[in-house]
């Protein structure tokens, strides 16, 4: 049973650089033929997919965050990293990291597994 753990901090100052990390177990990341994904969600919105690695370490983006966002892995801790630069109180949201067969992650079906999901604050 594959198992997903966001961690991180809960509270970023503005203009600061958010780091979560997924620890994945039950699973490894290099699995061909699954895409990794980080998404969120703001306080009374929906879901909004950030960017994702693949098996093979490909990245993809979301056009509207690329320019902020990082998404790497490390095969040894199999675990995945997401920084998201110059934040804002607007990037408060609960943040999640999710399995897929597809690279972008928009519903909650379309990934078969989760993280329980991480809330992230941003103020000063």
């Known amino acids: 049973q594959v198992q997903l753990q966001e961690s991180g901090p809960g509270l970023v100052k503005p203009s600061q650089t958010l780091s979560l990390t997924c620890t994945v177990s039950?699973?490894?990341?290099?699995?061909?033929?699954?895409?990794w994904s980080w998404i969120r969600q703001p306080p009374g919105k929906g879901l909004e997919w950030m960017g994702a690695?693949?098996?093979?370490?490909?990245?993809y983006y979301s056009p509207s965050l690329r320019s902020r966002t990082s998404i790497s892995r490390d095969t040894s801790k199999n675990q995945l990293t997401l920084q998201l630069r110059s934040v804002t109180p607007e990037d408060t949201a609960v943040y999640y990291c999710?399995?897929?067969?597809?690279?972008?992650?928009?519903?909650?079906?379309?990934?078969?597994?989760w993280g329980q999901g991480t809330k992230v604050t941003v103020s000063s």
């Open positions: 690695i693949g098996s093979s370490g490909s990245t």
């Open positions: 039950g699973a490894s990341i290099t699995t061909k033929y699954y895409y």
């Open positions: 999710a399995r897929g067969r597809v690279p972008q992650i928009t519903t909650r079906s379309s990934g078969d597994a």
